[in-house]
T-cell receptor, first 114, second 114 residues
Framework: AQTVTQSQPEMSVQEAETVTLSCTYDTSENNYYLFWYKQPPSRQMILVIRQEAYKQQNATENRFSVNFQKAAKSFSLKISDSQLGDTAMYFCACYPYNTDKLIFGTGTRLQVFP | DTGVSQDPRHKITKRGQNVTFRCDPISEHNRLYWYRQTLGQGPEFLTYFQNEAQLEKSRLLSDRFSAERPKGSFSTLEIQRTEQGDSAMYLC????????????FGQGTRLTVV
């Protein structure tokens, strides 16, 4: 079975601080993509960042970066200089090539405080 | 084209009634996915289409559920004889061919079965 685990149901961080959200996954595939999606309250899910498993270099998108540890099957998201607009549910997801679909974790609710 | 749109946004129905949801994907996207999201959980895959062909259905999709994508454009998801356990957010996503390109999500249809 292919699974994604997010062990932090809720996190909070003060504005301008840094926070890291954890994610582990399990897949038997060698070829897969990993994603972090953000779901603000009552709004649609949007892609935050994407990592290709065959790339060793960690992906970065502005204030968002990942720590991809392939051997440990770990894929954490670091948000630097947190902003109030970062408040949302964050979902880690895996896309093994052979499944043709995203497999999501249960999500982490992030609250950014002023 | 402003993105993936879903209609209705909210639906309250009595147990035993049939409901139908609609998803309009981004126009050039040939892949269309349906997911179900219950409270405190991540989205769970239901089914997906490539153009008009339904390529996979999850075991979660009982025979009361049916999805179509006529002419490879919009899609409908119908639930017959609704049950309280069907209460959830139903998400639609579209992408180009596969999810290693970005999947764009709609805002979802929240179904409440009373």
């Amino acid at each position: 079975a292919q699974t994604v685990t997010q062990s932090q149901p809720e996190m909070s961080v003060q504005e301008a601080e840094t926070v890291t959200l954890s994610c582990t996954y399990d897949t038997s595939e060698n070829n897969y993509y990993l994603f972090w999606y953000k779901q603000p309250p009552s709004r649609q899910m949007i892609l935050v960042i994407r990592q290709e498993a065959y790339k060793q270099q960690n992906a970065t998108e502005n204030r968002f970066s990942v720590n991809f540890q392939k051997a440990a099957k770990s894929f954490s998201l670091k948000i630097s200089d947190s902003q109030l607009g970062d408040t949302a549910m964050y979902f880690c997801a895996c896309y093994p090539y052979n499944t043709d679909k995203l497999i999501f974790g249960t999500g982490t609710r992030l609250q950014v405080f002023p | 084209d402003t993105g993936v749109s879903q209609d209705p946004r909210h639906k309250i129905t009595k147990r035993g009634q049939n409901v139908t949801f609609r998803c309009d994907p981004i126009s050039e996207h040939n892949r269309l996915y349906w997911y179900r999201q219950t409270l405190g959980q991540g989205p769970e895959f239901l089914t997906y289409f490539q153009n008009e062909a339904q390529l996979e259905k999850s075991r979660l999709l009982s025979d009361r559920f049916s999805a179509e994508r006529p002419k490879g454009s919009f899609s409908t998801l119908e639930i017959q004889r609704t049950e309280q356990g069907d209460s959830a957010m139903y998400l639609c996503a579209s992408s180009l061919k596969s999810l290693n390109t970005e999947a764009f999500f709609g805002q979802g249809t929240r179904l409440t079965v009373v």
